[in-house]
């Protein structure tokens, strides 16, 4: 092998497969990264046997051949390298790759890339999926929150995505809420379900492109599923299991809805959870219609408290249709989902203080949104 690149593409390239490097495992070769030309790219690949990422940079290939790197130091040597044009080369014997820039040269000792594990790639896969990448990066930021943490459940740790009537729906949950977005497909596409690990999710946010469209494919055992987006692939393993019916757990209607300025909301909600953290996460949500006259608005009161620490408590104007009533959230729970809503304003929707809330962008953002959150049970 024998090649030349820019060091900016080649660091960009390590970063971005360096999602997929074992950090423990009992395989030294999957702490490697697989170095390979193709055509007149070069292609990086790695993989934890869980998810694999591919990668192509822009070379100039003289020789061809492939060969692994040890992750962490190529990594590190080549993001240390001045912003100028790289050399690798490869002897015809052995795995000791020459790494030359302006005065620098290192030699980096790989593994046989023989060993390396193959990542499957889409072909003979069904029909993929078309998703804008910006939209897919979003709907991955509203949901994967929302997957429980705990492997004792594994189909909860997933983000369910399903495909029907031309709609994309990802849907995630734990035992205290649901986060559910849907977005329109450009095309058609055929119907049916899979379970995609959070985790991989939030990795392929992290490498999406920003602009440009993402193709979505399942594998034809429906193993696994992949998401090839420009120069650069990201192949992922599929939880089993059956998914609940989170469909029958969305309220049909509301008695009482809030509608808040987000921002506004957002910050009032993380000045509670300050004194709420050493008393289970509890705040105190109550909301008053306001007055018939029209002169005098409706209002959302936030109130947390703790022995150990005081207490606070924060009222902020809405617009209120309904009965008023108070409630009791985990605060933990209202941050998270206020921090991925884009909308000016926000809604809370709910029926009696024992009942599933709801909450949802008021206004346009793109897709259809809505969090399903679980009241906690005080008597204090």
Known sequence: MKITCKQQDLAKGLSTVGHAVSSRTTLPILSHILLAT???QLRLS???LDIGITCHIPAQVAEEGVTTVPAKLFTDLV???PPATVELTLPAEGQSLKVTCLR???TVR???PADFPAIPTAEGSEAPVLLDANELREMI??????????DARPVFTGVLARVQENTLTFAAADSFRLAVRREPLPGDAAPGDVLIPARTLKELASILPAEGTVKMVVTPNRNQVLFEAE??????NLIAGQFPNFEAILPKSHATRATINTAEFRQAAKR????ARDNSRIVRMRIDPGENDGMTPGSVTIQAAADDSGETMESLVAAVDGPGLEVIFNVQYLTDVLGVISTEDVALELNTPQQAGAVKPNGSSGGEYVYIIMPMHNTR
């Open 38 to 40: 193709e055509g007149d």
């Open 46 to 48: 790695a993989t934890n």
């Open 79 to 81: 993001s240390n390298l």
């Open 104 to 106: 620098s040269q290192s």
């Open 110 to 112: 790989g593994m046989d």
């Open 141 to 150: 930021t509203q949901t994967t929150f929302a997957a429980a943490t705990d």
């Open 231 to 236: 120069g650069v692939n990201l192949v992922s």
């Open 272 to 275: 509670a959870s300050l004194f």
